[in-house]
């Protein structure tokens, strides 16, 4: 098997074959819950530059961001929104609403889409 999870000889059909690149994160819903997952690996290209990254970032006690891109970039937006909903939360005296972080989170992005 190859870097890119290609067996040498074997040809897969178009549209069949390995991912090249790129982060593996996933949500599935069940009757009372969620259940988030991501792959550990941050990479450059072939190269792995941590083996054991955090993907799932907390951004209030009830809301988590599944983090994919330019690791540093991510962090820094995980870290912004998290920082602004814990002060939101401490005016409001209680939980800020999904859709409010979820608003907070594209608007980062947004407003930040030239630098990040």
């Given at each position: 098997?190859?870097?890119?999870?290609?067996?040498?000889?074997?040809?897969?059909?178009?549209?069949?074959?390995?991912?090249?690149?790129?982060?593996?994160?996933?949500?599935?819903?069940?009757?009372?819950?969620?259940?988030?997952?991501?792959?550990?690996?941050?990479?450059?290209?072939?190269?792995i530059?941590?083996?054991?990254?955090?993907?799932?970032?907390?951004?209030?006690?009830?809301?988590?961001?599944?983090?994919?891109?330019s690791?540093?970039?991510?962090?820094?937006?995980?870290?912004?929104?998290?920082?602004?909903?814990?002060?939101?939360?401490?005016?409001?005296?209680?939980?800020?609403?999904?859709?409010?972080?979820?608003?907070?989170?594209?608007?980062?992005?947004?407003?930040?889409?030239?630098?990040?």
């Amino acid at each position: 098997m190859n870097i890119n999870g290609n067996v040498p000889g074997v040809f897969k059909p178009k549209g069949q074959e390995a991912p090249h690149t790129g982060t593996t994160i996933v949500a599935c819903t069940y009757k009372g819950g969620v259940v988030l997952g991501a792959d550990g690996r941050v990479s450059t290209g072939a190269y792995i530059m941590n083996r054991s990254s955090n993907k799932i970032a907390p951004l209030a006690e009830h809301v988590f961001l599944l983090r994919s891109g330019s690791a540093p970039d991510a962090q820094m937006v995980s870290d912004y929104v998290s920082h602004y909903v814990a002060m939101l939360e401490g005016e409001l005296g209680g939980q800020a609403s999904v859709a409010t972080i979820a608003k907070l989170v594209a608007t980062m992005n947004y407003q930040n889409k030239d630098v990040l």
